[in-house]
């Protein structure tokens, strides 16, 4: 009965902002430490970021630091992805998940739950 559910995907141009949002449901939010997950057509799925459970830690890879912001409120049990200047290479499918700990992680194998995924596609 967990659910994890994506919103806020879309076009948009090269430069610009999207945010997205995951509405958790089925789980003690608080207990989790939550990230996101993308994947490009034809590639593995990468990882995005992560938050621990309290908000207070935070983990990118280098290809979004700097452009993406992962923030969560705990008493809305939703997780957000604030990505700026959006790149052609962002393009992918993204996922929210839901990790097996409350600390952090960057791994599938540390996911417990995944969303069904949103699409983000950034046009040049």
């Known amino acids: 009965q967990v659910q994890l559910v994506e919103s806020g995907g879309g076009l948009v141009q090269a430069g610009g902002s999207l945010r997205l949002s995951c509405a958790a449901s089925?789980?003690?939010?608080?207990?989790?430490?939550m990230g996101w997950f993308r994947q490009a057509p034809g590639k593995e799925r990468e990882f995005v970021a992560v938050?621990?459970?309290?908000?207070?830690?935070?983990n990118y890879p280098d290809s979004v630091k700097g452009r993406f912001t992962i923030s969560r409120d705990n008493a809305k049990n939703t997780v957000y992805l604030q990505m700026n200047s959006l790149k052609p290479e962002d393009t992918a499918v993204y996922y929210c998940?839901?990790?097996?700990?409350?600390?952090?992680?960057?791994?599938?194998?540390?996911?417990?739950?995944w969303g069904k995924g949103t699409l983000v596609t950034v046009s040049s």
């Open positions: 998940a839901a990790g097996k700990y409350g600390s952090l992680w960057s791994l599938s194998r540390d996911v417990a739950y």
């Open positions: 089925g789980l003690t939010f608080s207990g989790y430490a």
């Open positions: 938050i621990n459970w309290s908000g207070t830690m935070t």
